[in-house]
């Protein structure tokens, strides 16, 4: 199984709303990424978690948490978002060692509308 | 922060024809890898090439790598409309246990059938 499964895949949420986006991968990678990428432009890394730690936070607002409850998932919980928020997101994983390391497998994407 | 500039920002070519797309970069990389994504999906890793590697081939794919000038093209032979797609480069460091992904601006590659 080489695949990255998202879920939802389209999400539309007021700006009061709480919401949570899911990845799931069992290729036994132990490094787990979220990416939020804006219309012709390329992904932007928000956290990386390595061996279900929290590793790299790139400066992402506290209305984004992200949560790795084992090494086949990751979550992002979304509280009072804002417009601007509105953007794919994208989850990725990757092995934890090596240099097959940088290969990062993504998945199809949430597709996220903040009204 | 961006790590890198892609040109062409777009790239419109026949069937048949080949395509360059070339991925410009600012700091210290161990490796460059280039991937696809077709519209709205997630990305697709096609070819990862190591600073100490000057060429690379996978099918009709072909990448090099220049550290000096910290610039790299990707080459795809006989397109196909199905190669229609945007492209980026990303240059991979490491951060401790984590592996970081900075990736460019991307080409928009359309292979008229």
């Known amino acids: 199984d080489t695949e990255v499964t998202q879920t939802p895949k389209h999400l539309v949420m007021g700006m009061t709303n709480k919401k949570s986006l899911k990845c799931e991968q069992h290729?036994?990678?132990?490094?787990m990424y979220w990416y939020k990428q804006k219309a012709k432009k390329p992904p932007e890394l928000m956290f990386v978690?390595?061996?279900?730690?929290?590793?790299i936070n790139e400066s992402v607002p506290s209305r984004f948490s992200p949560e790795c409850p084992n090494s086949s998932l990751l979550n992002l919980h979304l509280h009072a978002l804002q417009p601007e928020d509105s953007a794919l997101y994208l989850c990725?994983?990757?092995?934890?060692?090596?240099?097959?390391?940088?290969?990062?497998?993504f998945g199809p994407g949430t597709r996220l509308t903040v009204t | 922060s961006q790590q890198g500039e892609e040109d062409p920002q777009a790239l419109s070519i026949q069937e048949g024809e080949n395509a360059t797309m070339n991925c410009s970069y600012k700091?210290?990389?161990?490796?460059l890898q280039w991937y696809r994504q077709n519209s709205g999906r997630g990305l697709v890793h096609l070819i990862l090439?190591?600073?100490?590697?000057r060429e690379k081939h996978s099918g009709r794919l072909r990448v090099t790598l220049d550290t000096s000038k910290k610039s790299s093209s990707l080459l795809i032979t006989a397109s196909r409309a199905a190669d229609t797609a945007s492209y980026f480069c990303?240059?991979?460091?490491?951060?401790?246990?984590?592996?970081?992904?900075?990736f460019g601006s991307g080409t928009q590659l359309t292979v008229l059938p």
């Open positions: 990725a994983s990757s092995h934890p060692r090596g240099l097959a390391s940088y290969e990062q497998y």
């Open positions: 290729m036994g990678h132990r490094a």
């Open positions: 978690y390595s061996y279900e730690k929290l590793s």
């Open positions: 700091t210290s990389i161990n490796n």
């Open positions: 090439i190591r600073s100490n590697e």
């Open positions: 990303a240059t991979g460091i490491s951060s401790g246990s984590a592996r970081q992904l900075t």
